[in-house]
């Protein structure tokens, strides 16, 4: 999980959110209303927008509700990592936005998951045994 995650307001332009996916290198960021979380967009969802040949200034007046997942998939920080890992699998979905008391905590990304995959997988075949097509 990417812990203290960047995150846009509702209200936030698209240009904004660029800014945020460019800067800090990052794929998914959470959109906020009041300190509550109400959708998510990736980094596919922008690139979509922005090859549709909207022009660059509009990308300062479109907002980040116009383009955003509602209602993302949200879990509770002691939530297990294995139900929500399998919840993205049957949702096809790259990430789940992760809440402890209600309020943003982080963001759980299949690169996360891979990265803790590999860690399990070094230790259980130390020395790189195993197949990758097992």
Do not use: W
């Amino acid at each position: 999980m990417t812990p203290f995650p960047h995150f846009v307001k509702v209200d936030d332009s698209i240009e904004e959110v660029e800014r945020l996916i460019h800067r800090y290198e990052i794929r998914h960021v959470p959109v906020q209303d009041e300190g509550r979380v109400v959708g998510i967009i990736s980094e596919r969802d922008l690139r979509r927008v922005v090859n549709s040949s909207l022009p660059a200034v509009d990308r300062a007046r479109v907002q980040a509700s116009v383009i955003m997942l509602a209602d993302p998939y949200v879990v509770e920080v002691d939530a297990p990592l294995a139900r929500a890992v399998s919840e993205m699998a049957d949702r096809h979905i790259g990430s789940a936005i992760v809440l402890k008391r209600g309020k943003l905590a982080g963001v759980l990304s299949v690169t996360d998951v891979c990265r803790v995959l590999g860690e399990l997988l070094d230790d259980l075949y130390p020395g790189g045994g195993g197949d990758a097509a097992a």
